[in-house]
């Protein structure tokens, strides 16, 4: 039997005029249309050259035909390896060049410059598709293609997709991801949070990232269920898609949106069964808000681009705020000591470590990278420093490399941000190390207001001189309008280290 991916989706297919998506602007794409392109456009890859391994590399704007895309790449046993559409040229001359795809395909508006730098990197053909399913060369190909298509035979370790991680040290990573690795994940996250055929889910997420185009996508196909597609988040579009879905999985961002809306109330949310947050932490301010407003809890979850979801607060029963909940069914989390990689008991902050069919078979073409990430038992070391509470609970206290250490003494953002977010006029804040003669690095807070407020960093400084060691306390405290963020909505607190490197030097 395959172990391709594609098969246990069109198993598990309704219906086939059952509509698979359904867009903002009134198209709709059923199964029966989805089991036809797909086919269509695995005929036209195949026909560019495209064989079992070949890397498929897309940079093209979020629409349905993108995912028909992805489910062609599966069928026909190639690796789809999406590129945010922010990417520059330059950008993606690095993410060609490392992956060196046989096909590339892109937008419609960027083939006069993506063209020629595939070609000089020596891609076998560019292809463009637009958003709205007619526009581009591989549409233009796919009508004229037959829809009769022989899927690749694969085995569960066989390459589904490369992910670039984000790149905030050194260059983009290529995570591999295996057919196994997305079917393990997106049948326990079914289970896990109950999903079914009659689910529709409103889908507001990019889908060049794991979130968007795994979890949502994935959980859904393996059901049979619907999404409704909108290009990004949009409140107007948001409040006028809600009463005809029943999940929505959204950023942090999403909900902080939301909740500054009129219109979000419990009865526009009454026949909502889910609402999924993760990619950034979400604020225990946010989640409390949320359930006040609108009768909902706000289930956190955590996973990565190597390991797609590790944790999830539960359906049935706590889901915690600041916590992202259990380890989820097959998959194993456990503290280490940063230095030695010694398991540390439950309570004590370490680097968080897994392992399951989740977590990826290592780095594209990165042999020792993916060697140094791994332990010997076989478990992934994720960077992220966290804890497990007495009832397993996982918290995320930060990224090991926005550890400060100031003075000798480990300090976690995480444990001074949420005193300084709990301020009165506070709206969000990040705390980050940089350079100090004295200390190596000093703690420093930057932080945002909300609408209104003012507040000093006299004032800010008082407030914590009671509530956190003297060793944890900020040496100065930044007010800007603004945290900067990525796509996803993480902080980026590389930027922000960049930003004030300079900060404690002699006239800095």
Request: aromatic fraction near 8%; charge should be negative.
């Amino acid at each position: 039997m395959s172990g391709n991916l594609f098969g246990l989706i069109r198993a598990a297919a309704p219906d086939l005029k059952r509509i698979f998506i359904a867009t903002s602007d009134g198209r709709a794409i059923t199964y029966g249309d989805l089991f036809d392109l797909s086919g269509r456009y695995a005929n036209v890859l195949s026909a560019c050259g495209v064989k079992f391994g070949d890397r498929v590399a897309v940079q093209v704007e979020k629409s349905p035909e993108a995912i028909v895309l992805y489910l062609a790449c599966l069928r026909l046993g190639a690796v789809y390896l999406p590129l945010n559409p922010a990417y520059t040229l330059a950008e993606l001359d690095y993410f060609i060049g490392d992956s060196e795809p046989r096909v590339v395909v892109c937008a419609p508006d960027r083939a006069g410059e993506i063209a020629p730098l595939a070609s000089r990197l020596g891609v076998t053909a560019t292809l463009t598709l637009g958003t709205d399913g007619v526009s581009g060369t591989l549409s233009d190909l796919a009508a004229k293609a037959s829809a009769n298509f022989d899927d690749a035979v694969c085995s569960s370790d066989d390459l589904a997709a490369i992910l670039y991680t984000s790149g905030t040290t050194g260059r983009s990573k290529g995570a591999m991801l295996s057919h196994g690795n997305l079917q393990s994940n997106a049948e326990t996250l079914v289970q896990a949070w109950r999903f079914t055929g009659r689910d529709v889910l409103l889908h507001a997420l990019p889908i060049f990232h794991t979130h968007g185009l795994f979890v949502g996508t994935n959980v859904i196909l393996l059901v049979g269920g619907s999404m409704i597609f909108l290009p990004k988040l949009d409140p107007d579009q948001i409040f006028r898609f809600l009463p005809q879905a029943t999940t929505m999985m959204g950023v942090p961002t999403f909900y902080v949106r939301l909740l500054q809306d009129s219109r979000l109330t419990r009865e526009a949310t009454e026949h909502i069964r889910l609402f999924v947050s993760g990619s950034a932490p979400l604020l225990a301010e946010t989640h409390a808000e949320w359930h006040t407003r609108t009768g909902h809890a706000v289930l956190e979850r955590y996973g990565m681009t190597e390991t797609n979801m590790n944790t999830s607060n539960p359906y049935d029963g706590e889901r915690v705020p600041g916590s992202v909940g259990l380890a989820l069914p097959g998959v194993e989390v456990r503290i280490t000591d940063p230095e030695t990689g010694q398991p540390m008991p439950r309570g004590e902050i370490g680097m968080i470590e897994v392992k399951g069919p989740n977590v990826f078979k290592g780095y594209w073409r990165m042999a020792e990278k993916t060697a140094a990430e791994f332990r010997p038992d076989g478990f992934f070391i994720t960077g992220d420093l966290g804890l497990i509470d007495g009832k397993g609970y996982v918290s995320i206290l930060g990224r090991g490399k926005d550890l400060v250490i100031s003075g000798g003494f480990n300090v976690y953002p995480k444990e001074v941000e949420s005193e300084i977010d709990a301020l009165p006029g506070v709206d969000e804040c990040a705390v980050v190390g940089v350079p100090h003669p004295d200390f190596g690095e000093g703690v420093t807070a930057v932080v945002t207001l909300k609408s209104g407020a003012t507040v000093t960093e006299a004032e800010v400084l008082k407030q914590l001189s009671d509530r956190l060691a003297k060793y944890k306390q900020p040496k100065r405290v930044i007010f800007i309008d603004a945290l900067p963020r990525n796509t996803m909505g993480k902080v980026q607190k590389n930027v922000l280290r960049e930003q004030y490197k300079a900060l404690y030097q002699a006239g800095g």
